[in-house]
DNA sequence: TCCATTCTCTGACCTTAGTCAGAGAAATCC
DNA sequence: GGATTTCTCTGACTAAGGTCAGAGAATGGA
């Protein structure tokens, strides 16, 4: 733990909370209590169902129930049963309520405009990429991992991202129906496992394991999101797949990739895995790697 | 207002607020109230006055004397009267209370360093930089300036400072004695006026004017402290003082300034001063300017 | 000496933001 | 068709964080 970063961290930390709590309250209150300020946010153009309004932003059914009464009462919102299923319904903003939301945006440019405002032009410049900078490193320490189904479209969606890369980065292009396959259930317990990095709830990276009894677990489909790249989530996301193949009692992970994931393979060599021999016949494999896990790794 | 700007300082302000929000809460509460936490951090290793803390925190007195009845049950501060004046209160730490201090020190330290630790080292690297260039651009948003006693501590100081940057940066020393006074009463409403900009309650810039009837007004004293420059302060301090200076009935205002500070003069320009002959025998003054103040600057 | 002020405490009250245990209606499963 | 599940609402309750109006003691100034 570096103690001048730290100490410049929480000076960091002060500063932010201070400025933006104080002036977040009191601007986008509207004399109004900031979870219902929240909620009519959270409803916005498009309508929602009240289910998943409290999912999004975790409110106990009871809680959000009087929310919405109270923005009912204001004029600001429209509550009804839902067409397709009457148990659920269906919130929508009034007149009123588009215009409030519009004037709820403006305040908050004002409230983002103010910490720029004060400040000369090219310093406004300087402001704004740190933040940037910030914002961006900020957001890897709320990614999180799981395992999840491999069925589900976000997986689907996280595998085809991986195809399009490869199919973009080997020099032949990429076929996944060539090669050896990794079918859905193949990454689902007890046969193997797909983890999933998500970032706001969005997948930003995945990778899998296929178990196979007491020979060598296979590590597969290792991707992230090239926007979230340089965030060290690939290191992590490998090492949240260790350890859970540890937790499954893998003793030793291989894995075969091409030349062209030069990123790919430094990970893996820094990550303690070294170069076998060829152990299968993947078209378009040129190194296969392997590694002997351990407990505290 | 720039719309590009303003989307990324709203990005980054729900990021950090959403992420320094949720750890600081639940990781240095202790089961406590965070008004407590608060309260016990603010009284510190030297202890301090209960008015004086009501002050610091803002809190109402009812209020400051229930949090601090509770943690003096807590048995982590001692309150009893001050020697000096038996109506105010001292409170002070128990060694519970320093040792309580110290663990929510280092839980701070552990959140702070929770950012830095899921990243790549280089990466943290980054992320420091980048926060330390936002801490510093964001307290210039929190300046506060004000028309004050010239004849205070802090004024004083100000003043002091001012004479010796001159002294440093003037090619023959610069000697108060010499050249044109400004008495502490010439500084003083209705003979003439000391703005101050602080910064979190620190003095770090002054502005002076003395006003001369319907004769044009004079600036003097203009001093931003050297850690804050390049944050606009100079700009928007002759601004103040300007607004003042109309609000005060002056029409037209001059100053004159030595050849090496070269920033002061180039704002004066850009600010709309221009060069005029010379009005008065200052010795330490090589250029004299000049501007017709009007309602909308 | 007396009066006004300062400082703290107490009691009464308030809002925000929840939680929890049902109840009732609609939909789905078997 | 009946049992179970899903979704929402109501009522009762809680903690945190405050506000406001005095009361009482100590102090300072005329």
Redo the contacts between chains.
Sequence with gaps: ??AA?????????R???????AL?DGFLGRGRPMGESRTLWEVGQDGAEVRELRARLGLDSGYASRVLQSLERQGLVKVRPSGADARVRQVELTPAGVAECAELDRR??R??????????VD??????N??????R???????VFGVEDPTTADAQWCIQQYFDELNQRFETGFDPTRGIQAEAHELMAPAGALMIARLRGRPVGCGALKFHGRAPAELKRMWVSRDAR???LG??LLAELERHAIASGVKVVRLETNRTLKEAIALYRSSGYREVQRFNDEPYAHHWFEKRLRKGS
């Excluded at 500063?15 to 709590?21: D, K, M, P, Q, S």
């Excluded at 740190?130 to 914002?135: K, N």
């Design positions: 733990m570096d970063a730290v100490r410049k961290v929480r000076s960091f930390n500063t932010t909370a201070e400025r933006i709590g977040s908050a440019d409230v983002a405009w103010s910490f720029l405002e004060p400040l000369p310093k406004r410049a300087n402001l704004v740190a933040m940037v900078e910030v914002d490193l900020l957001q890897a320490s709320t990614v340089g965030l060290g290191r992590r």
